[in-house]
């Protein structure tokens, strides 16, 4: 009997040891989670740029005004610390132009000369808060010239505001060149190979320079959402107003068109057969608001979704017509651009998203190769714009296609959508046959339907009438 009393004492002593050894494992655990959760303040740049490169931190600048006016790289500031969370937030970026026209700069180890302000190519890094811009009016040495360069895998870049400045020649858009020559950009986010599963969330561009907002290169399974970019018309009258600069230098010429077969049209606005700079006409000062590339050296861009987004006055709004590998864009705003709301390509699916038709198309799918888009879009109110009466332009293959709208009155009455045509944005290839096949086509609104040559097994309900067309001209 009184062996079981100690058997049954030295087990019950066993039991509540290990109740305690497991209580204080989990305090001590618990600790090391909130030491964990902990950020690291710094209250200056310089001690801030000490942990860009280390893994597994949590640092936070303190809130204030950051100037960048020196550089030892042609990427400014390099994010490569994986596992590390940084935290902006209250923090203002300014960044000297002066330093994308450095060429002294030290170049980089991945053999790209393009130059940013921050490059973020650490893994399972989350970068969020900032607010940069740029500063002065020093053009650069290139037109690849970035805020943010974003190469890392599972990255995300959260809740920053972006403003450009400091592109050549400012104020006339696309009309002299994309790129070369004397052309120099600005551009706001690039998302580019060997980046894999990033997210854009909360994010805001202004562009106030030459260039794309947000843009893709080679990037694998990206989500942009939530995310706003805007940028600034102007009309070719005012341009031709002018009384000095860029423009008058040049007799108002606009650069020839990069496609000869396209004369009288740049990315979005007419011009004169023999170049000449129209009045009557509006141009974006910038380039796409969010834009897809179909590849970076060889490597595909793939599997992008984009969501709850807006985009106003730009050239082209949402921009994923030109990826070939179908892609996703769900709940977003586009408005007031001027060569098409959204660009849609092969695959693509256009979910529950909105555009007007005030200077550009609310929507095309351009290109005789693609197939089998789906696209439901909403008309936005499209009165008192200028320069356009085509409300969506439709080529292709195999499209389920749904417009609609709020409000008829939206819809101007000389508006129409048109299918197999060569106007407008896209079709650069010569030898292209327009047409437009075995499309589904429900036209809610009372815009006019116009079938042009190459229209074949239509299968449409419209309100607006349905018209035959014999030639494009007519």
Same mark, same amino acid.
């Given at each position: 009997?009184?062996?079981?009393?100690?058997?049954?004492?030295?087990?019950?002593?066993?039991?509540?040891?290990s109740?305690?050894?497991?209580?204080?494992n989990?305090?001590? $655990?618990?600790?090391?989670?909130?030491?964990?959760?902990?950020?690291?303040?710094?209250?200056s740049?310089?001690?801030?740029?000490?942990?860009?490169?280390?893994?597994?931190?949590?640092?936070?600048?303190?809130?204030?005004?950051?100037?960048? #006016?020196?550089a030892?790289?042609?990427?400014?500031?390099?994010?490569?610390?994986?596992?590390?969370?940084?935290?902006?937030?209250?923090a203002?970026f300014?960044? #000297?132009?002066?330093?994308?026209?450095?060429?002294?700069?030290?170049?980089?180890d991945? !053999?790209?000369?393009?130059?940013?302000?921050?490059?973020?190519?650490?893994?399972n890094?989350?970068?969020?808060?900032?607010?940069?811009?740029?500063?002065?009016?020093?053009?650069?040495?290139?037109?690849?010239?970035?805020?943010?360069?974003?190469?890392?895998?599972?990255?995300?870049?959260?809740?920053?505001?972006?403003?450009?400045?400091?592109s050549?020649?400012?104020?006339?858009?696309?009309?002299?060149?994309?790129? !070369?020559?004397?052309?120099?950009?600005?551009?706001?986010?690039?998302?580019?190979?060997?980046?894999?599963?990033?997210?854009?969330?909360?994010?805001?561009?202004?562009?106030?320079?030459?260039?794309?907002?947000?843009?893709?290169?080679?990037?694998e399974?990206?989500?942009?959402?939530? @995310?706003?970019?805007?940028?600034?018309?102007?009309t070719?009258?005012?341009?031709?107003?002018?009384?000095?600069?860029?423009?008058?230098?040049?007799d108002?010429?606009?650069?020839?068109?990069?496609?000869?077969?396209?004369?009288?049209?740049?990315?979005?606005t007419?011009?004169?057969?023999? !170049?000449?700079?129209?009045?009557?006409?509006?141009?974006?000062? /910038? $380039?796409?608001?969010?834009?897809?590339?179909?590849?970076?050296?060889?490597?595909q861009?793939?599997?992008?979704?984009?969501?709850?987004? /807006?985009?106003?006055?730009?050239?082209?709004?949402? @921009?994923?017509?030109?990826?070939?590998?179908?892609?996703?864009?769900?709940?977003?705003?586009?408005?007031?651009?001027?060569?098409t709301?959204?660009?849609?390509?092969?695959?693509?699916?256009?979910?529950?998203?909105?555009?007007? =038709?005030?200077?550009? +198309? =609310?929507?095309?799918?351009?290109?005789?190769?693609a197939?089998?888009?789906?696209?439901?879009?909403?008309?936005?109110?499209?009165?008192?714009?200028? =320069?356009?009466?085509?409300?969506?332009k439709?080529?292709?293959?195999?499209?389920?296609?749904?417009?609609?709208?709020?409000?008829?009155?939206?819809?101007?009455?000389?508006m129409?959508?048109?299918?197999?045509?060569?106007?407008?944005y896209?079709?650069?290839?010569?030898?292209?046959?327009?047409?437009?096949?075995?499309?589904?086509?429900?036209?809610?609104?009372?815009?006019?339907?116009?079938?042009?040559? !190459?229209?074949?097994?239509?299968?449409? $309900?419209?309100?607006? +009438?349905?018209? #035959?067309?014999?030639? $494009?001209?007519?």
């Open positions: 009997m009184n062996l079981t009393k100690l058997y049954l004492s030295v087990f019950l002593f066993v039991v509540l040891f109740s305690c050894a497991n209580a204080n989990k305090v001590t $655990e618990a600790i090391e989670e909130a030491v964990q959760n902990e950020f690291l303040t710094v209250n740049l310089s001690e801030f740029k000490k942990y860009i490169d280390k893994d597994h931190v949590k640092i936070k600048l303190a809130p204030g005004n950051y100037q960048i #006016d020196d030892k790289k042609i990427r400014f500031i390099e994010i490569t610390g994986n596992n590390s969370h940084f935290d902006l937030t209250g203002r300014m960044v #000297d132009t002066k330093l994308f026209g450095r060429k002294d700069l030290e170049k980089s991945d !053999g790209n000369a393009m130059y940013c302000a921050i490059e973020i190519s650490g893994n890094t989350t970068f969020e808060g900032l607010y940069i811009e740029t500063y002065g009016d020093a053009s650069g040495l290139q037109s690849k010239n970035k805020i943010f360069n974003v190469v890392g895998e599972n990255i995300v870049l959260k809740n920053v505001e972006v403003r450009t400045a400091g050549n020649p400012w104020g006339y858009g696309y009309l002299y060149g994309l790129g !070369g020559g004397d052309v120099r950009k600005m551009n706001g986010i690039r998302v580019g190979y060997p980046a894999k599963n990033v997210t854009l969330t909360g994010c805001k561009v202004h562009m106030r320079a030459m260039g794309h907002a947000i843009f893709l290169q080679g990037a399974n990206t989500l942009i959402e939530d @995310c706003h970019v805007d940028g600034l018309l102007r070719t009258d005012a341009i031709l107003a002018e009384t000095s600069g860029y423009g008058f230098d040049r108002f010429y606009a650069q020839k068109p990069r496609h000869p077969h396209k004369k009288g049209y740049v990315e979005g007419v011009i004169g057969l023999d !170049g000449k700079i129209l009045p009557g006409e509006i141009v974006s000062l /910038s $380039e796409d608001g969010i834009r897809l590339y179909p590849e970076y050296n060889g490597h861009t793939k599997n992008t979704t984009v969501k709850d987004c /807006s985009v106003f006055q730009m050239r082209r709004g949402v @921009c994923v017509g030109l990826n070939t590998s179908g892609d996703k864009v769900i709940n977003c705003e586009v408005r007031d651009c001027v060569t709301g959204f660009n849609v390509g092969n695959e693509d699916v256009i979910i529950n998203c909105s555009a007007n =038709a005030k200077y550009g +198309e =609310a929507f095309g799918v351009p290109y005789t190769n197939k089998n888009a789906s696209v439901d879009i909403n008309i936005l109110d499209s009165r008192n714009g200028m =320069a356009n009466n085509m409300l969506a439709i080529n292709g293959t195999g499209h389920q296609i749904v417009i609609k709208t709020s409000n008829n009155d939206f819809i101007p009455e000389d129409v959508i048109k299918l197999s045509v060569w106007e407008g896209g079709n650069y290839n010569p030898k292209a046959t327009m047409h437009a096949t075995n499309i589904k086509l429900e036209n809610e609104t009372t815009a006019k339907v116009l079938k042009f040559s !190459g229209t074949e097994n239509l299968e449409v $309900e419209s309100k607006g +009438e349905v018209v #035959d067309v014999n030639s $494009e001209n007519e």
